[in-house]
């Protein structure tokens, strides 16, 4: 019997054990964000890096890559205009003005949440709240750094 108690309590210790590990760290209510805005996880460490900064410090590890021969040039040009096309739509995002950036962010997520909706993976009544609690992030947010509009 005390063996049995003992093989219970390590199989329970063992799942709660593995399901903490493979729990995602991330918490997005929108899977899908336009390419013009940072993929904003929420995580145990909120810092961001500037979106272009990063594009290029991605681009400087594609080219160490190519370098190391762990990819083709080819294939570093793919993803290197990938990343261009990237900081084109940041670039083209960050011109427009603080009303027309809203405006786009609106559209935007209101779109993925028609899509989540279409889906089955959220009701409209969960559309229309998250829609109005992002709208309230939208309008309070005064067009510099990072809009933090997924955070709690």
Known sequence: MKIAKVLVTAAVLTNLATSALAAPLTVSHAAQRAPYVLRQEQTVNCHRQDPLKAMENKKAKIQELVKAGKITQEEAEKELAKLEEK???????????LPQKKAKL????QEVLEKRVQEGKITQQ???QL??????KVEQWDGTGFPH???R
């Not at 900081?87 to 003005?97: T, V, Y």
């Not at 609106?106 to 997520?109: K, Q, R, S």
């Not at 829609?131 to 309230?136: A, G, M, T, Y």
């Open 87 to 97: 900081i084109r739509k940041i670039n083209e995002f960050n011109a427009l003005d």
């Open 106 to 109: 609106l559209a935007h997520y």
């Open 126 to 128: 969960e559309a229309e």
């Open 131 to 136: 829609l109005k609690k992002f709208s309230e």
């Open 149 to 151: 509009l997924d955070q």
